[in-house]
């Protein structure tokens, strides 16, 4: 082989040198205003993105408007914020190797993530990496898992309250059934719920699972209604069996309350009259109503602007609890970066474990969770009630779980026990 | 009428049929006699279509009839008997007879020839409604000949028409397929009975290990030495 | 007593939804000899269909589910002549390409139309049915006349139609079938086509009262496959009868203990059944 090179050849490599030298030296300035990259982990396709898709909504109000303003400060630093998506389809080993793509190539500080599956699978990882990991729910909150933070919702202990309501607004509904799905998630709800009507001494009629397989969900509710209760709670039972149970209830006549942890109202006025759901009880508000923080009013409004019907990004469909639960999860992490002084996660987290009155979108939070999960990173907000009326859900009372639970413990701890949730049970 | 030239079949690298030359005339009954084993369903099932030929052709009056499909071939008169009958056992016997008829179109005309098949065989005719399963071996045989008969057939290939069934109703089958030949229907007879064969045929054949060692008339073919000794027992 | 009554009503509702499918699935299985394991697949595509035509496009329910079953049983026409017919006759072969037909489908539909919210399809009929103190939703009960007028006019067909029997004999001895002119794969395309449009019938009718994912198929067929094999794959009336035995089966076992128990005991009685009559229940045995 002969080095033959023509000049032009020459003056082509000699070009190159110079373009990638003056790119390192014109990229050095930037650099000044520094970035911080968060991972936004979780199925964003396949049958469970409706948990994770929609919350980037809140995300993206929240990051253009800390940019906008120049970038969030921390310390001495500012820093321009961006989120990094990885899509795990619901997949735990597809988290795993998003966790790892993530952390290693993007220098992620903070993994925001669903809860559940995705969160658990990818703990030994993170732990060892020591990066924070913040989920909706508090079900991965374990001492094994010190990064893991329940911030967005008080899932599933929020049934506590909503039966403890019942109880103290409908003393007269005296009866109760209670069914969810055989999973960890139902069985956490139906102990939660349990604890409350035995708290309130109200009649525990029914008490069952249904399995995951269940197509027919006429024969549980005929069980359910030969007990002739007054209130039936479907705990946290998926939405696509809730909207077959609440038919069924319907259908079979039933002329109680119930009580369950969300409505997909359109979906349900597709298959039941809206007088059928008066009085239904729920707990996630609309950020509209005046018993919450201004702050989620705001964005609220923010939301309405930017992705609701005209709006500048138009998303097609109603708002609804998940977007702002993963924008609340930027809030607290600002938050303790702001005390911390440093975006370094270690920092962080001591930072946010060591803070009282946490500045959560529905209202100052505490930490919690050591008797039930063993560790205290379960954050819980303030509790919000809402009732179904003439259609439509509105915002009614408001109740501490925390509170709830040092009157209640030994009930709620037996419940727990009952159905293997409590942490050194696992 | 129907005729096979050199005809070959194999089943995987065995011979099933090597080389074989059989011609039916119209209205004959003409027979292929051999012992088990020795090729003749092979042949048959190569005549309706159901085994592919690897060398040789077959020809029905001029036409070449190779390669069709057994459904072509069937409606072109050319009707198999299966061996073991191969009745639809769980339906009724007018449904296994109705089957038959498939391929006609003509009401009337079926309705004629079920008609016929019950002169033929009155038993059939009272236990219409009953199931295949249920039948004695000899009504059994009576339906699958009879089924046959449905499908108006030119040439009848029979496979083993008194296998399994006493020797009383095997006379009464003989006579039978006697009877049809009368009809201007050929017939090909296979059987391992050969006395019966031979007394039923104007001309037979006789096959050994996939090939024809033997031809002639009933009259030539009885009074060979070889066929004396191995077939009739005598 | 209320309860005994719902129950019973209960039951045949749930029976008579598992029948239609699992006689479509019986049906092709007897005629084709080969399971069509996207027979699920096909109940979803019915029901896709109503979701489409009448919960989107506001046609006529009656009208979609009727475009529903059409289509579906076009589409096993389809199925039949480009998927089944070519590996007719190798077990491997057709296990495979119906299982990847499964994952074909279940993409396909989740690619289109998405996936993560079930598909809302109103009810028709929003009231109930109410006789001697049982309730059932109308929307329930259309599924029990469809069933029947769809088994009547099934038996009829395989009874008294040329084609009918064409069928019956196919199932029975193909290629003694085929020795009287019947067109095996023109029987294996009209099976394939009546069966798939059952399922269809079944998705469409359904509809409203089931989650509408493209999932939806895999909860269903599992219980299917156990009637058809109880009932003796490939026997129609054994179908039903298992229909039957395995709808009240688990119906009652869910209302008195829970639906996980009802998975189990029924998956428990299939497997003591087919121990003592691996014929299933009206089966011949084999040979």
């Known amino acids: 082989m002969k080095c033959n090179y023509g000049r032009f050849e020459i003056l082509f490599l000699l070009l190159i040198t110079i373009i990638f030298t003056l790119g390192i030296s014109i990229s050095e300035p930037i650099a000044e205003t520094k970035t911080v990259n968060i991972g936004y982990l979780g199925p964003l396709s396949g049958p469970a993105s409706g948990w994770c898709l929609p919350g980037l909504t809140g995300v993206n109000i929240w990051v253009d408007e800390q940019n906008s303003k120049g970038g969030l400060k921390v310390g001495n630093d500012t820093y321009k914020i961006k989120i990094i998506k990885y899509d795990t389809e619901g997949v735990p080993s597809k988290a795993i190797d998003g966790v790892k793509k993530l952390i290693l190539q993007d220098n992620v500080v903070l993994l925001q993530t669903q809860g559940g599956a995705d969160a658990t699978a990818i703990q030994p990882f993170v732990t060892r990496q020591k990066v924070i990991v913040m989920g909706l729910t508090s079900d991965t909150c374990a001492p094994e898992h010190p990064y893991y933070m329940g911030i967005s919702e008080n899932y599933p202990m929020y049934h506590c309250v909503s039966i403890q309501y019942i109880a103290d607004k409908y003393p007269l509904n005296k009866k109760i059934a209670l069914t969810v799905q055989d999973e960890v998630s139902g069985r956490g709800s139906m102990a939660w719920a349990m604890a409350a009507a035995e708290a309130n001494n109200m009649e525990i009629v029914y008490s069952k699972f249904y399995s995951t397989e269940t197509t027919d969900f006429a024969p549980i509710i005929s069980a359910i209604l030969a007990t002739k209760p007054d209130v039936v709670s479907l705990c946290a039972s998926w939405p696509e069996y809730r909207a077959h149970l609440v038919e069924q209830l319907y259908l079979q006549g039933f002329k109680g309350q119930i009580e369950t942890s969300e409505y997909e109202l359109t979906d349900l006025f597709a298959k039941v009259p809206k007088s059928f759901l008066d009085h239904a009880v729920g707990h996630y508000p609309r950020l509209d109503n005046k018993l919450l923080p201004a702050d989620a009013n705001k964005f609220y409004s923010d939301w309405q602007k930017r992705y609701g019907k005209g709006g500048k990004d138009d998303i097609g469909r109603e708002y609804y609890s998940i977007d702002y639960e993963y924008r609340t999860q930027l809030q607290i992490w600002a938050y303790g970066a702001q005390k911390a002084g440093s975006v370094e996660p270690e920092k962080v987290r001591n930072a946010l474990m060591a803070s009282k009155d946490l500045p959560h979108t529905l209202g100052s939070s505490n930490w919690w969770g050591d008797e039930v999960f063993g560790i205290n990173t379960s954050l819980i907000s303030p509790q919000y009630i809402t009732e179904i009326l003439n259609g439509e859900e509105v915002t009614i009372d408001k109740y501490d779980i925390i509170e709830w639970y040092n009157k209640n413990k030994e009930v709620t701890l037996k419940y727990l026990k009952k159905y293997d949730l409590l942490w050194n049970q696992r | 009428m129907l005729k096979l030239e050199n005809v070959s079949v194999h089943y995987g690298q065995v011979n099933a049929i090597d080389d074989i030359s059989i011609e039916v005339k119209e209205g004959s009954i003409t027979t292929l006699i051999g012992s088990n084993g020795a090729g003749k369903s092979t042949c048959l099932r190569a005549i309706s279509g159901l085994a592919p030929l690897t060398e040789g052709k077959i020809y029905l009056n001029d036409e070449r009839i190779d390669g069709l499909t057994p459904e072509q071939i069937v409606s072109r008169g050319i009707v198999h008997v299966p061996e073991g009958k191969h009745l639809f056992l769980e339906m009724n016997i007018l449904d296994n007879l109705l089957i038959g008829a498939f391929l006609r179109n003509n009401e009337d005309e079926i309705k004629k020839d079920l008609n016929e098949v019950f002169e033929y065989f009155p038993d059939l005719k009272i236990a219409k409604n009953r199931e295949a399963s249920k039948l004695s071996g000899g009504q059994q045989q009576m339906l699958a000949i009879g089924r046959g008969l449905m499908a108006k057939p030119k040439i009848l290939l029979l496979d083993e028409p008194s296998l399994g069934i006493s020797p009383l109703l095997t006379k009464e089958v003989a006579l039978i397929i006697k009877q049809i030949s009368t009809k201007n229907i050929s017939i090909l007879l296979i059987e391992q009975n050969a006395s019966l064969a031979l007394k039923l045929s104007d001309k037979g054949y006789v096959l050994e290990t996939g090939r024809i060692v033997f031809r002639g008339t009933n009259i030539e073919l009885q009074n060979n030495e070889h066929i004396k000794k191995a077939y009739l027992g005598l | ?287």
């Open chain 3, 1 to 287: 007593m209320e309860l005994i009554l719902q129950t019973i009503a209960n039951g045949l509702i749930a029976s008579a939804f598992y029948a239609i499918i699992a006689v479509g699935l019986s049906l092709t299985f007897g005629v084709m000899n080969t399971v069509n394991y996207a027979h699920g697949e096909f109940y979803m595509i019915g029901a896709y269909t109503v979701w489409q035509l009448y919960a989107i496009h506001h046609w006529p329910f009656f009208l979609a589910v009727g475009i529903a079953t059409i289509l579906v049983g076009l589409l096993g026409i389809i199925v039949e002549r480009i998927i089944f017919r070519p590996v007719r006759g190798k077990a491997l072969s057709s296990f495979i390409i119906s299982v990847g037909m499964v994952f074909i489908i279940q993409v396909f539909v989740a690619r289109m139309w998405g996936v993560g919210h079930v598909k809302p399809v109103p009810a028709v009929f929003k009231g109930a049915l109410d006789i001697f103190g049982v309730t059932i939703g109308w929307q329930r009960v259309i599924i029990l006349p469809s069933a029947v007028i769809v088994f009547l006019g099934f038996f009829y067909f395989l009874r008294n139609s040329k084609w009918g029997r064409a069928l019956r004999a196919v199932a029975l001895d193909s290629e003694a079938a085929s020795l009287y002119g019947i067109n095996v794969n023109k029987c294996a395309a009209i099976a394939l086509g009546i069966g798939s449009a059952m399922a269809g019938l079944a998705g469409a009718l359904m509809a409203p009262i089931m989650s509408v994912t493209p999932y939806m198929g895999h909860s269903v067929i599992w219980t299917c496959f156990v009637v058809v094999i109880v009932g003796g794959a490939g026997n129609i009336k054994g179908t039903i009868i298992a229909a039957l035995v395995f709808g009240y089966l688990n119906t009652i076992v869910s209302t008195i203990f829970d639906s996980t128990v009802a998975s189990i005991v029924s998956s428990v009685f299939m497997l003591t059944f087919l121990s003592i009559r691996p014929q299933g229940i009206l089966g011949y045995a084999e040979k």
